[in-house]
């Protein structure tokens, strides 16, 4: 491994457990490096305390026990919270008398990847700065332990917490909101969430009908979850239900089907939350935080319902990001990244969930309602695998494509270029009402990248 090699990429640190960057090694550093940069900017805690959660994948144990042994050996305090949705663990960490939260998680990663994502004791996700901060920690720590043999680890008994006051909270998000009578499909993905949608939404008084909710550690998102809503969607007409909620691994995102079993993504979640905040009144200053994924519809809606679309790059925090920038209380992705400021620091998908049935109960609308207006423009994603990331605008064909394509789509459909943060792939993604004209300009472009840098 270079000593300038990156651990963390556009949400912690991520890949398959055993390679880089989660071998035993790597995990037991970066757990050393965090204790000692916590210790340093905690200096008035007399004993620095760290909640982990996990979802069900078969390496969250081993990963957690080479956690808890890294900062056990820095004298630092650690429980754990055991299976728990991502959101539920920035909630605990900013509950609880505890100074980070740890999340072993992959999310809509198939079982094979995993990942740890980090927490301060507000609920707030690390900073790009801080992890590079940690990072420079934790480089001559791995370099340390990769030139040594192999290091026995005495195992740590982690003290357990509770994680059912994360559904507590959810119910004191949306006072008032009764699900009696309502008919709910849930499928949780065989995720973090499986001990948790079926109760919370019983408990507002809806007849539930859970799917995948026995993880074995490999089943984790496996046709199933916000990967394939379409399982959630006929299963809701089988059941005649009233909406169907399909999670992802950790439960950071939802996509949900109406009462036709029609698939809806995040952009249709934003239509209906700016209607209902709008009608409600909530909406600060009458703008919300999308991605360059948001698709070219919602913009022209909003445009229309008098309210701004601001972009981010992809990734709940860069969303967070422009939220708190622009002093705003609500954002989101395509994928059912939903961030309510007023409730989360993070991405929740349950929260999500609530505040849909919240939106149709308050407003008495119908979910078609709630949408109208909203006219997906089509959208085309190419994925080319690249050698490397060079920039574009250092390969002058590309380059002009790019130039000719932007001029062409002017005031009636976008093009997106970006890389991949996790894979070498470069992603063009294009949006025009004739399809026709997009595959040509995706194709264009495609050409033009596979020349300069393709594989």
């Known amino acids: ?30 757990s050393i490096a965090l204790g000692k940069w916590l210790q ?8 620095i305390k760290i909640v982990i959660g996990k979802d069900t994948r078969s390496s969250c144990d081993q990963i957690e026990q080479y956690l808890a042994q890294g900062f056990s050996s820095c004298g ?12 539920g663990l920035a909630y605990l960490t900013n509950a609880m008398d505890v100074q980070m939260g740890v999340m072993i998680s992959a999310s809509h990663n198939p079982w094979t990847d995993n990942g740890i994502k980090f927490f301060k004791h507000n609920g707030y996700k690390l900073s790009e700065k801080q992890e590079r901060a940690i990072e420079k920690i934790a480089h001559p720590i791995i370099q340390e332990l990769n030139s040594k043999q192999k290091i026995k680890h005495k195992k740590v008994v982690i003290k ?6 994360y559904v507590e909270h959810l119910k004191k998000c949306c006072p008032g909101l009764d699900l009696k009578g309502k008919k709910i499909v849930v499928d949780c993905a065989n995720g973090a969430v499986s001990g ?23 089943n984790i998102n496996l046709h199933c979850g916000s990967m394939h809503p379409e399982i959630a969607a006929q299963h809701l007409k089988k059941k005649k239900a009233d909406i169907a909620f399909s999670f992802d691994g950790d439960a950071d995102r939802v996509i949900f089907s109406d009462e036709n079993a029609r698939v809806l993504d995040g952009d249709y979640i934003m239509t209906m939350v700016v209607r209902y905040f709008l009608a409600e009144n909530k909406l600060s200053n009458n703008a919300v935080v999308g991605t360059s994924m948001s698709n070219f519809g919602l913009e022209k ?49 349950m929260l999500t969930a609530l505040q849909i049935l919240m939106a149709l109960q308050k407003t008495k609308k119908t979910i078609k309602m709630l ?9 085309l994603i190419h994925n080319i695998k690249v050698k490397e990331r060079k920039p574009f605008k250092k390969m002058p064909v590309v380059q002009q494509k790019i130039d000719q394509a932007q001029k062409q789509l002017n005031g009636r459909g976008r093009l997106v270029m970006r890389y991949s943060g996790t894979e070498l792939l470069a992603r063009i993604m294009v949006e025009a009402e004739n399809k026709n004209e997009i595959k040509k300009i995706a194709n264009d472009i495609g050409r033009a990248i596979v020349n300069e840098v393709g594989i």
């Not at 340093?40 to 004993?47: A, E, M, R, Y």
């Open 1 to 30: 491994m270079m000593e300038k090699e990156h651990l963390f990429g556009t949400d912690g640190i991520r890949g398959q457990f055993g390679e880089f960057p989660l071998t035993e090694n790597i995990i037991f550093a970066v």
């Open 40 to 47: 340093k900017s905690h200096k008035g805690v007399s004993k």
């Open 76 to 87: 630092i305090g650690v429980c754990s919270a055991g299976v728990i949705p991502t959101p």
């Open 160 to 165: 357990k917490v509770a994680g059912s006051s």
């Open 196 to 218: 948790y949608a079926g109760k919370l939404f019983s408990d507002l008084g809806a007849k539930v009908f859970v799917l995948n909710d026995e993880p074995d550690g490999e």
């Open 301 to 349: 809606l909003l445009e229309k319902l008098q309210v701004r679309l601001i972009r981010a790059d992809v990734g709940d925090k860069y969303v967070l990001e422009e939220m708190i920038k622009n002093k705003l209380i609500f954002g989101g992705e395509q994928s059912g990244h939903m961030i309510f400021l007023d409730h989360a620091t993070t991405g929740d998908g």
């Open 371 to 379: 949408c109208h207006g909203l006219k997906k423009y089509p959208q």
